[in-house]
């Protein structure tokens, strides 16, 4: 990677000199160690793994190759922003070309990553419904197996969080309405060029994982694993957008900001709105994102939030550079993903919510010991981290997960045949039935092709991507390829009976809205005008209630 005033990961046979400015003074690490180091005699390896929220492993096509957006970070090409320390894995471990998440919103995605189980199973539906506090995770099973269980930063698993406002707009996705849901998106720069901890909630977080891994993990007898969960890049609150705000603010500093090449940002395509999917289109009119914006607003909002990957990336930079410094990265398994990815203004959208690849694509990397040197163009998934995980642990893999070990997929060195051990197939599942979309999605992605399927097969129509030759997703070819379609539909039949899942999720909706509406009373009203839809709600009140009470009457197929 070239550029005036870039930082280099330069690497040697046995070397690498990484330095990274940061604080306004260069951060040298010492050496990391040969890179063909297997740690034989170390016994159990320890894990490391730092999940962040929002970070898209997806790329623009066809542009320039002085211009190569490739959004974000991992594309070989990617010339837009600097990542150091996702270089540096990159360079010395297994960079998954094909990874997606199982459903792309915060906590669904989140609760099949902690139970290796797919989203219909779980019945994590939106961010207000995800796994029972006491749902057995990977974590808990390796703390059981003798590893020493350590976790910093965002969790968000589990059922009861997230505002009013989001679990309201999930409850009512299908009611005969269209109402704006989120503030418009806009790019906010804060500070000066010497301002460097923009998000200090995540910095907080950081700095204990990195300080118990100088204090704490040295001196254990016992293998570790450490998990940190970062909030970055994820848009900030926007105040404007009412009760509880949405989060539509992308932000960062000059110190950030100059690392991303601004000249090499792409303005994405975006269809008319007489060519959008009716799904798509409900989506970008709730999230905001159907006025005008200029190519200036939409190039500032992808070039801040490149800029909160910089500092993401940095944040990663800090837990490598304890384990380096420490010594313990020699015998530890370093695990980087995403629990989905970001749209910033790909298909007239910002957000996840969408099973396009900017949302549903995400970055997963691992460097560690007896890991090889490679990039893996298999297609998985998020729930392939739990079998992952107990593997590494030599903890045999229970039956009934909907993930595979990824370690086959990875290791230099085969071992004995491990009998729990499953071979991964070539599909990945995801699925949606949150907020902004009004319907629910599944999404199957196999070889080239992607497969979106809605509601219960018939209603909506569904969409066919062959990503090889349209990488954009503009061009559906579901009709063209009938045969495909017809397969590929059959196919996703086979694992998830979608149109009972769908059914099930209305049901539900409809079941606790009116169980919330019940315990507000005579609060009911004014309540529902002050959620985040509020600037298009009180301009007719009446009428949306309605198209509520009318929703509530309708019978629910199940």
């Known amino acids: 990677m070239g550029g005036k005033g870039r930082n280099h990961v330069t690497s040697a046979s046995h070397l690498v000199a990484l330095v990274l400015f940061a604080f306004g003074e260069a951060v040298k690490a010492r ?50 922003v600097d990542l150091p320390f996702v270089n540096l894995l990159r360079k010395h471990g ?34 207000f419904k995800g796994l029972d506090p006491n749902h057995t995770t990977w974590m808990d099973l390796m703390e059981k197996h003798g590893y020493y269980a350590q976790k910093y930063g965002k969790l968000d698993y589990t059922s009861g969080h997230h505002s009013v406002s989001n679990r309201v707009e999930a ?54 694993v450490l998990y940190l969960g970062l909030n970055l890049p994820h848009p900030y609150p926007s105040p404007s957008s009412g009760e509880n705000y949405g989060a539509s603010t992308f932000r960062t500093s000059p110190y950030w ?44 909002i992808r070039a801040h939030y490149y800029a909160m990957c910089a500092e993401t990336d940095a944040m990663l930079g800090e837990i490598i550079s304890a384990l380096n410094d420490t010594g313990l990265l020699r015998r530890t398994l370093v695990v980087f993903t995403a629990d989905h990815g970001e749209l910033a203004m790909e298909h007239r959208q910002f957000y996840k919510m969408s099973m396009y690849e900017a949302s549903s694509h995400v970055p997963l990397l691992i460097m560690g010991p007896n890991i090889k040197l490679q990039f893996v163009p298999n297609v998985v998934s998020l729930v392939d981290i ?116 769908s ?3 209305e049901q539900y909706n409809k079941q606790e809205f009116i169980n919330w509406k019940q315990s507000l009373g005579q609060n009911y009203s004014d309540t529902l005008a002050n959620l985040r839809w509020h600037q298009n709600w009180k301009k007719d009140p009446k009428k949306y209630e309605d198209a509520i009470d009318r929703w509530i009457k309708e019978k629910t197929i199940v």
């Open 257 to 300: 900001l100059q690392r991303v090449r601004y000249e090499a940002i792409k303005i994405p395509k975006w269809l008319p709105f007489s060519e959008m999917h009716p799904v798509d289109y409900y989506s970008s009119y709730t999230k905001n994102c159907t006025e005008k914006f200029t190519e200036k607003e939409i190039r500032d």
């Open 171 to 224: 409850w009512t996705r299908s009611v005969d309405f269209l109402l704006q849901q989120e503030g418009r998106p806009v790019a906010e720069l804060v500070g000066n060029k010497s301002y460097v901890r923009v998000m200090q909630k995540d910095w907080k977080a950081t700095d204990d994982a990195a300080a118990w891994l100088r204090n704490k993990a040295t001196n254990l007898t016992q293998p570790f």
């Open 31 to 80: 050496p990391l160690l040969n890179e063909d180091y297997t740690c034989s005699s170390c016994g159990k390896p320890n894990i490391v793994m730092v999940m962040c929220d929002s970070l898209s492993n997806s790329q623009n096509a066809s542009p320039p190759p002085c211009m190569q957006d490739g959004r974000l970070t991992f594309h070989p090409k990617n010339e837009t």
């Open 386 to 501: 739990y079998p992952t995980m107990l593997d590494v642990a030599g903890i045999p893999i229970p039956k009934n997960l909907s993930g595979y070990s990824l370690m086959p997929l990875v290791l230099k060195q085969a071992e004995d045949k491990v009998p729990t051990r499953k071979q991964h197939p070539t599909w990945i599942l995801s699925e949606f039935h949150g907020c902004n979309v009004n319907s629910s999605t599944y999404m199957l992605r196999t070889d080239k092709w992607k497969y979106i399927a809605y509601s219960d097969g018939r209603s909506v129509s569904p969409q066919l991507f062959d990503l090889s030759a349209d990488p954009d997703e503009l061009t559906n070819v579901a009709t063209k390829f009938p045969e495909i379609t017809q397969y590929l539909n059959k196919k996703l039949y086979s694992i998830v009976d979608y149109p009972k899942v």
């Open 503 to 505: 059914a099930s999720v």
């Open 94 to 127: 297994s960079l998954f070309l094909n990874a997606y998440t199982n459903s792309p919103i915060c906590c669904p995605s989140r609760a099949a990553m902690w139970s290796g189980l797919f989203t219909h199973i779980t019945e994590s539906w939106n961010n």
